[in-house]
């Protein structure tokens, strides 16, 4: 696409926001789109991306669904990218130093992950109970800062696609975390644990099935069972003579019987 064209797109869909329209913008194969430094409403339209699509500093909002389809790269740069619908990546995303956030705008109580993304920030949160569905099996990755927020008697539901099996958070080791009111189920954290202590502290529910997430990153509910320290042969019979030791110790001081 042309510099005249990519303007072009631009600010249709500029146009299309001031007028309070949707506007579904496709990037088509060989196509290439610049948001720049816009600030940009899609009015819960949707973001395919099939060709290029990057951005400076750019602010696109009210997007319903994004698709990075097979073959489409999205670099968004420092931009920063609000969509209430579904994050799907067949694609490429390079996520530079942006922002993905996923709210309720749009009217979507489900928002479902696909592919394997690596994001800088990732934030989720709700004040109506979206349920987050993500890839059993699947990695996200998250370099900077994750949020994931919903609301008292709003908990925001954190799942995999397939009910038993695990989907996988890796946060980086110095990434910031801000985790209040979810129900989380059937996920891994790798990299460092996901809100560690007890899940009541974060206003939230273990929802089964975690690893690295709440008590579960102590080994405690919901996280791999600690193995006892094998003692070895000579250990062995030394802990069984103390034991013998203390049952014969407590007959010894039992009371008589008249």
Do not use: E
Request: aromatic share 4%.
């Amino acid at each position: 696409m042309s510099a005249r064209l990519r303007i072009a797109a631009l600010a249709a869909a500029l146009a299309c926001a001031a007028t309070g329209a949707q506007a579904v913008v496709m990037v088509g194969a060989g196509s290439a789109l610049n948001f720049a430094d816009a600030n940009v409403s899609l009015g819960c339209g949707d973001l395919t991306v099939q060709g290029q699509t990057s951005g400076t500093a750019a602010n696109v909002t009210a997007i319903a669904n994004l698709v990075i389809a097979a073959g489409g790269t999205l670099a968004p740069g420092a931009s920063q990218l609000t969509l209430g619908g579904n994050f799907a990546d067949a694609g490429t995303f390079t996520p530079g130093t942006s922002r993905v956030a996923i709210v309720d705008t749009c009217g979507s109580g489900t928002s479902t992950v696909s592919g394997a993304t690596s994001f800088y920030d990732l934030i989720v949160a709700t004040a109506s109970g979206k349920r987050l569905v993500l890839p059993a099996a699947l990695t996200q990755s998250i370099a900077h800062a994750l949020t994931l927020q919903g609301a008292a008697g709003n908990l925001l539901q954190v799942l995999s696609s397939s009910a038993g099996q695990q989907a996988l958070l890796d946060v980086g080791a110095g990434a910031a975390q801000s985790i209040a009111y979810v129900d989380a189920r059937d996920n891994k954290a790798s990299g460092a644990a996901i809100a560690p202590g007890a899940a009541a502290s974060y206003q939230s529910v273990d929802g089964g099935n975690l690893l690295n997430w709440f008590a579960a990153a102590a080994g405690g509910p919901g996280g791999a069972t600690v193995p006892a320290p094998l003692l070895g042969a000579a250990g062995g019979v030394a802990l069984i003579g103390i034991l013998f030791a203390l049952a014969w110790a407590a007959l010894r001081h039992r009371p008589q019987s008249a």
